[in-house]
């Protein structure tokens, strides 16, 4: 067993799935219904089709706000600009 202070960043894993997908796991198993199981299903393949992407799930929420709000984004808002005044 390989414990060191090295793999405390990486992600935690359940079999060969990211952990934190089986929290809907745990919410089908306090409701269980037919929708509650395809959305366990669909949870587990997002985060599956995220891991083969090469993405964790904290880098594409990042992904996802970039594609969101686009490749400009200046360092001030138009409305924070001031004016140029001439007091003379």
Same mark, same amino acid.
């Given at each position: 067993?390989?414990?060191?202070?090295?793999?405390s960043?990486?992600?935690?894993?359940?079999?060969?799935?990211?952990?934190?997908?089986?929290? &809907?796991?745990?919410?089908?198993?306090l409701? &269980?219904?037919?929708?509650?199981f395809?959305?366990v299903?669909?949870t587990i393949?997002?985060?599956?089709?995220l891991?083969?992407?090469?993405?964790?799930?904290?880098?594409?929420?990042? &992904?996802?706000?970039?594609?969101?709000?686009?490749?400009?984004?200046?360092?001030?808002?138009?409305?924070?600009?001031?004016?140029w005044v001439d007091?003379?």
């Amino acid at each position: 067993m390989d414990l060191h202070w090295r793999n405390s960043q990486k992600t935690p894993r359940f079999f060969a799935f990211d952990a934190r997908a089986f929290a &809907a796991v745990f919410f089908f198993m306090l409701h &269980a219904r037919l929708w509650t199981f395809a959305l366990v299903v669909l949870t587990i393949l997002v985060f599956w089709v995220l891991e083969r992407r090469g993405l964790t799930f904290e880098a594409s929420l990042r &992904a996802l706000r970039v594609w969101i709000l686009g490749r400009r984004r200046p360092a001030l808002l138009n409305q924070k600009k001031r004016l140029w005044v001439d007091f003379g």
